[in-house]
């Protein structure tokens, strides 16, 4: 069982940026794949990136390759989304999400689900 917390959502003007930060708890916290989902009003949920157990295998969504960064800190359990660039395309419910295998990540196929952290972007 793994417990997902989001947190550092916010408002934040056109072009700025953002931190998002997922903590992980539970007995098996260190041995899942990372994620973030997104999910703006009217529309479908959207796979925004994802980072392997370990670290070393990263995955984005489209529309935020190249704006988007993810890490993660084992040792704290703890992974990041660094957001630049913001546009009000990105304003949206960001969902933490884990799973075993991180192609279940990137398929939005997680077994572990957050409450989601509000993004907005204002113009």
């Known amino acids: 069982q793994v417990q997902l917390v989001e947190s550092g959502g916010g408002s934040v003007p056109v072009g700025g940026s953002l931190t998002l930060s997922c903590e992980a708890s539970?007995?098996?916290?260190?041995?899942?794949?990372v994620g973030w989902v997104r999910q703006a009003p009217g529309k479908e949920r959207e796979f925004v990136a994802a980072?392997?157990?370990?670290?070393?295998?990263?995955n984005y969504g489209d529309s935020v390759q190249g704006r988007f960064t993810i890490s993660k800190d084992n040792a704290k359990n703890t992974t990041y989304l660094l957001m630049n660039n913001l546009t009000p395309e990105d304003t949206a419910v960001y969902y933490c999400?884990?799973?075993?295998?991180?192609?279940?990540?990137?398929?939005?196929?997680?077994?572990?689900w957050g409450r989601g952290a509000q993004v907005t972007v204002s113009s």
């Open positions: 980072i392997s157990r370990a670290g070393k295998v990263t």
């Open positions: 999400c884990a799973s075993f295998l991180i192609s279940d990540v990137r398929r939005g196929q997680s077994d572990y």
């Open positions: 539970g007995p098996q916290a260190s041995v899942f794949a």
